[in-house]
Nanobody, 115 residues
Framework: QVQLVESGGGLVQPGGSLRLSCVAS????????MNWYRQTPGKQRELVATASPLGTTHFADSIKGRFTISRDNAKNTVFLQMNSLKPEDTAVYYCNARLKSRYYWGQGTQVTVSS
């Protein structure tokens, strides 16, 4: 059974930082492209950051220079380091594992940026 479990969300003031973690089980983690998405009510889920199996990364324009994605294949974990957070970063953040036609999702973790 595949499980992706996110953690690290919460309430933070504008300009602050958070680090999200996603631990995967039930997959050969090192074979999968790992992604972070986010979603706000009434909007489509948005791809935020990607880390390929070899560690190549891509970022949405809206978060470039502020967020970093990294992965630890030995621990089956992907991280999203979020700095200089803005109120518009408020969303539910989802971890996603993708290999060809296979997609798996975590349950999501809420990030709220507010003073």
């Amino acid at each position: 059974q595949v499980q992706l479990v996110e953690s690290g969300g919460g309430l933070v003031q504008p300009g602050g930082s958070l680090r999200l973690s996603c631990v995967a089980s039930g997959i050969i983690f090192s074979n999968y492209t790992m992604n972070w998405y986010r979603q706000t009510p009434g909007k489509q889920r948005e791809l935020v950051a990607t880390a390929s199996p070899l560690g190549t990364t891509h970022f949405a324009d809206s978060i470039k220079g502020r967020f970093t994605i990294s992965r630890d294949n030995a621990k089956n974990t992907v991280f999203l380091q979020m700095n200089s957070l803005k109120p518009e970063d408020t969303a539910v953040y989802y971890c996603n594992a993708r290999l060809k036609s296979r997609y798996y999702w975590g349950q999501g973790t809420q990030v709220t940026v507010s003073s």
